[in-house]
């Protein structure tokens, strides 16, 4: 598998995300810190309530995960996403760029299917999640895989994930997962440092906010309190001035898995692989299962969910 490995970024690079370019001033972007899997549960529960977030290197087989993509890539083949006759775990983009809808539709079908429910529910990640949560796991329903075309524009804003979670416990933990090598380059998670502080204020205020709303505008990423699509912000450079901390990026491996809290605020920069490599990861969602849960997160992903 070492022809696949890609070379990891070690200095600042230029990242974009919606047409802003992120500054690469040193109080303005940083790198994540890696955590060793084997320091042992108690210590890394200890990083993830003091930084919002815990990056385990390493911690899920790496050719598992690379065999994993193939099998995803060797599918979205069929709406010409991958470049005829490559190996489909390299993830090279078609020059063409493929059938978008199609695409969407087969990404559909892949997440309803036992192979993406067995690697998401394998038994080490499991049996971790029993450990941190502290009691019996529950993985929602509601998983969700992303692919992102080398070259594309496409990012995702800044935001923190209990906004699309109100319906259920706020202890929530969210496992982002790449599918594959994912180079600073290629746009992985970034987050605003310090920000589950950020996420936890504001959470406060909207819902002071919506103390007049029904129960289910309240529940609601869209009701007329929140900002556009429950995003923070598409401005990723502004917020860090505005609270005056860092964006921290890295380059994540196949095997790693990163864990953050519903209140950390993370977004996503442009896919700019210079190998035209498709970025694919997965996020999904934990809970002890003896908390409320969101009944919305019961139910398969699909396009258009307004979640």
């Known amino acids: 598998m070492s022809s696949l490995v890609v070379k990891m970024a070690t200095e600042m690079p230029v ?23 084997t320091i042992g549960i108690a210590a890394i529960r200890e990083r993830y309530e003091e930084h919002g977030y815990v990056w385990l290197k390493r911690f899920l087989d790496p050719d598992a995960v690379n065999a994993f993509r193939g099998w995803v890539f060797g599918h979205l083949a069929g709406a010409g996403l991958i470049e005829p006759g490559s190996d489909p775990r390299l993830g090279l983009a078609a020059a063409g760029g493929g059938d978008p809808q199609q695409a969407n539709r087969i990404l559909m079908s892949l997440v309803r299917s036992v192979a993406y429910e067995g690697f998401c529910a394998q038994p080490r990640l499991a049996a971790f999640m029993d450990e941190f949560l502290c009691g019996i796991s529950y993985l929602h329903k509601r998983k969700i895989m992303r692919h992102t075309m080398p070259g594309s524009a496409t990012a995702t804003p800044a935001h923190y994930d209990l906004v699309y979670l109100h319906g259920g416990t706020n202890r929530i933990v969210t496992a982002w997962i790449p599918l594959g090598d994912v180079p600073v380059e290629m746009g992985g998670l970034v987050y605003l440092e310090g920000s589950h502080a950020i996420g936890r204020k504001m959470e406060s205020e909207f819902a002071a906010q919506g103390a007049g709303l029904s129960a289910e505008e309240r529940i609601s990423a869209y009701n007329r309190n929140m900002t556009e699509g429950g995003w923070v912000s598409k401005d990723l450079p502004d917020m860090a001035e505005r ?14 898995v990163m864990l953050h809290s519903p209140y950390m605020i993370h977004a996503s920069t442009a896919n700019e692989s210079t190998g035209w490599l498709i970025r694919l990861s997965t996020d999904i969602r934990y809970q002890n299962v003896d908390d409320e849960i969101d009944a919305r997160w019961a139910n398969h992903w699909s396009l258009g969910d307004m979640l």
């Open 15 to 37: 990242l974009r995300a919606g047409g802003k370019v992120l500054s690469t001033a040193e109080n303005r972007l940083g790198h994540l810190v890696p955590t060793d899997p």
């Open 243 to 256: 609270f005056d901390t860092r964006w921290l990026i890295a380059g994540y491996e196949a095997g790693d």
